[in-house]
C-alpha cells in the first residue's frame, strides 16, 4: 500500500500537472484569478452540466416539496439575488427538496436547492436570503468547476494507476479511488472557498435587500446543534459534510460585515433592510406545520427498513400503519403513499402496493421513488410491457439512473426483447461507476444475452474502439 500512495503522488504531480498545462486556464469571475484547468466550461456549457445533473440530486432528496406557493416566492428571491450577483446573466433556478436532512446546495450553472429540512429551521426570510446568496456565491466563484477540474485529476490520474500496477489488491484500491475520487471531491469545498462564499452569500443579501447580520445566526444555531450532538451525525451530518461549522466562521463573516458596512456594527438597526415578509412567515408556518407528520414518516421509514432486513413482518406493519397515519394529515403529499408502496411491496402485497404508488404518482407525476417501485412491481408480476413504460419514465425523470436503466432491461428481458434488453444494460454500465455494483450487474446479464461481446475478459463497451 505503501508503494500505491507514492505511485499516486507521482502520478497526479506528473501526468495531472502536465494535462493542466496543456489546456489552458480557468478565471474566478469574481476575483478575475486564473488558475490551471483540465476542463474550462463556457457559461452555457455549465448551466447544461447543472441541469444533467440536476435530477439525481431531485430524485436523492425524495423529490420536490409539493408547495407551489412557497416554491415561487423562494424562486424570486434566489432569483432577485442571482441578478445581483457578478454572474447576473446565468438562469438560476431554485428547488424545495422534500428531504428531512437540513442542507443547501448549488449546481454549476445556477441551479440552487434547499431541502424542507433546513427551511424549517430558518426562522426569518434574511437567513433564507443568506444561505442561498452563500451557494449563489459558489456559483459565481465557479468552485463546482475547479472541484471538478480535482476530480478530473484524481479520477484520470488512478485510471492510470490502476493500469500499472501489478498487485491485483493495489489495483482494486486504485480503481475504487477513480470511481469514487471525484465525488469525494465534489462533497465539499475548501476552508478558502467557504471563506469566500460567505462574504458573496453577505454581499448579494444585502445588495437584494436583506440585513446580512441575520445569517451568522444559522451557522451560529447549527454549531450549538453540533455541539450538543457530540461532534456532528445525524440529521446534521450532511449539513455539516458539506459547510464546516466553527466559530472562527462566524467571526469572519461579522468582520466582513462590520468592514463593508460600518453602520451594521454590532445590533445597530437597519432601517430599510428586510429580515422577515408577511408572504415569508405564511410560507414557513406551512412547511414548519408539516414537520411533525414527516418526522414520523422519516422514524417509521427507518424502522420499516430495519425490519424488513430482518424479516420481522410484524414489525414492518407496523411501521407502516404509522406511515399511514401521519399521511392521513398531509393527504396532498405524494411521498407518504409512495413509502407506504414500497413498504406494501416488500411484505408481498402488491396489490395494495400498486394502489398507493399509483395514488403517489397522481399526486406528484415526477416522484421517482414511485415510478420506480412501480416498474419493480410490474416487472415482479410479468406485466414487462407496463414494466417498461414504468422504467422508462423512471429514466426519462433520472437520465443518470442505473437502476432505472436496469429495471428497464429487466423488462425488455422478460418480454423477450433481447436487442433492446442489450442496449438498455449497455446504457446501464455506460451510466455506472467503473467497478460499481450497477456496472457489475449490467455486464452480468450483458454476459448472457451477449457473450460474443461482453463474455469474459471483454470490455464494458464491447472490444470496440
Not at 116 to 131: I, K, P
Not at 373 to 387: P, S
Request: some cysteine.
Amino acid at each position: 500500500m505503501a508503494r500505491l500512495r507514492t505511485f499516486l503522488i507521482l502520478l497526479l504531480l506528473g501526468a495531472g500537472l502536465a494535462l493542466s498545462l496543456s489546456s489552458g486556464c480557468m478565471t474566478d469571475p469574481v476575483t478575475g484569478k486564473r488558475s490551471l484547468g483540465l476542463v474550462n466550461p463556457t457559461d452555457e456549457e455549465e448551466v447544461l452540466q447543472g441541469r444533467q445533473y440536476a435530477p439525481s440530486f431531485v430524485a436523492e432528496f425524495d423529490g420536490v416539496y409539493p408547495d407551489p406557493g412557497a416554491a415561487d416566492h423562494l424562486s424570486g428571491i434566489v432569483r432577485r439575488i442571482g441578478s445581483l450577483s457578478h454572474r447576473p446573466d446565468l438562469p438560476y433556478r431554485f428547488t424545495l427538496l422534500n428531504s428531512s436532512v437540513p442542507n443547501a446546495f448549488a449546481l454549476p450553472g445556477g441551479e440552487v436547492f434547499m431541502t424542507r429540512g433546513l427551511l424549517a429551521r430558518l426562522g426569518e426570510e434574511s437567513q433564507f436570503a443568506v444561505v442561498m446568496a452563500h451557494e449563489i456565491g459558489h456559483v459565481n466563484h465557479r468552485h463546482s468547476v475547479k472541484a471538478m477540474n480535482d476530480a478530473l485529476v484524481v479520477g484520470l490520474g488512478t485510471t492510470l494507476l490502476a493500469g500499472s500496477l501489478k498487485d491485483e489488491r493495489e489495483r482494486e484500491v486504485a480503481a475504487g479511488l477513480a470511481a469514487a475520487g471525484g465525488g469525494l471531491l465534489l462533497l465539499r469545498f475548501s476552508r478558502d472557498q467557504e471563506l469566500e462564499a460567505d462574504d458573496r452569500g453577505a454581499e448579494y443579501a444585502y445588495g437584494a435587500g436583506y440585513d446580512p447580520r441575520r445569517g451568522t445566526k444559522v451557522f451560529e444555531e447549527f454549531a450549538r446543534m453540533k455541539r450538543e450532538a457530540g461532534g456532528g451525525g445525524g440529521l446534521l451530518e450532511s449539513w455539516v459534510s458539506s459547510h464546516p461549522l466553527d466559530e472562527d466562521r462566524v467571526r469572519h463573516l461579522e468582520a466582513e460585515i462590520a468592514r463593508r458596512w460600518p453602520s451594521l456594527r454590532g445590533n445597530a438597526s437597519a432601517p430599510g433592510l428586510t429580515v422577515s415578509t408577511p408572504e415569508w412567515s405564511a410560507l414557513h408556518a406551512r412547511i414548519a406545520a408539516a414537520e411533525e407528520s414527516y418526522a414520523k414518516l422519516d422514524r417509521a421509514r427507518s424502522a420499516a427498513a430495519k425490519a424488513l432486513a430482518k424479516g420481522d413482518g410484524g414489525e414492518a406493519q407496523r411501521a407502516l400503519r404509522e406511515v399511514e397515519a401521519a399521511g392521513r394529515t398531509l393527504p396532498s403529499h405524494g411521498l407518504f403513499p409512495a413509502v407506504e408502496g414500497a413498504i406494501l411491496h416488500a411484505l408481498g402485497d402488491r396489490r395494495a402496493a400498486r394502489e398507493r404508488l399509483e395514488r403517489a404518482l397522481r399526486l406528484q407525476p415526477d416522484l421517482f421513488l414511485a415510478r420506480m417501485r412501480l416498474a419493480v412491481l410490474e416487472n415482479d408480476e410479468g406485466r414487462f410491457e407496463a414494466g417498461a413504460a414504468a422504467a422508462r419514465s423512471a429514466a426519462e425523470l433520472v437520465p443518470g439512473s442505473v437502476e432505472a436503466r436496469l429495471e428497464l432491461g429487466r423488462s425488455f428481458e422478460g418480454a423477450g426483447h433481447r436487442p433492446q434488453a442489450v442496449a438498455a444494460y449497455e446504457a446501464a454500465a455506460r451510466v455506472a461507476a467503473s467497478g460499481s455494483a450497477g456496472e457489475a450487474a449490467a455486464l452480468k446479464r450483458l454476459a448472457v444475452l451477449a457473450p460474443e461481446e461482453y463474455g469474459p475478459r471483454k470490455p464494458k463497451d464491447g472490444g470496440r474502439r
